[in-house]
């Protein structure tokens, strides 16, 4: 059995962290409901996981995918810059990240689970199944 890697987190985000779960937007509520309790395809997801000096809105350990929910601040020059540096040092840390858009989880669920449906697929077909002995 491989061992998990690990990731590295700032512990002064843990308390910022629980603030942001206690106080998720209406599409992270949303999007949570497919992806808790391991129901995207048995696979376990966490809500607003500390990272490095970042806070994800979801991250699997598993498939090293974040998925980041943009409301309409993301559209600002400065938070588009912190979006793209976050996303480099994730990627750093081998993190695959999905970035939605607020407004397409309220309207448009299907996609975003088929999009994120499909990312694991690909990580199956890309991954060697365990020997059983």
């Not at 512990?11 to 409901?33: G, Y």
Request: proline share 4%; charged share 35%; glycine share 4%.
């Amino acid at each position: 059995m491989s061992r998990r890697k690990i990731i590295p987190y700032n512990p002064k985000l843990k308390e910022l962290a629980r603030n942001l779960r206690n106080n998720s937007t209406k599409s992270e509520i949303k999007l949570w409901n497919e992806l808790k309790g391991k129901q995207m395809k048995g696979f376990d997801f966490h809500r607003q996981k500390p990272i490095d000096n970042y806070i994800l809105d979801f991250f699997c350990h598993e498939l090293m995918l974040g998925i980041e929910l943009n409301g309409y601040t993301h559209q600002l020059e400065e938070v588009y810059i912190k979006d793209k540096k976050k996303e480099s040092r994730l990627l750093e840390l081998e993190i695959t990240t999905l970035r939605f858009n607020d407004s397409e989880v309220m309207k448009d669920m299907r996609n975003v689970i088929r999009t994120i449906e499909i990312f694991i697929e690909e990580y199956e077909q890309h991954t060697p199944t365990p020997l059983k002995s």
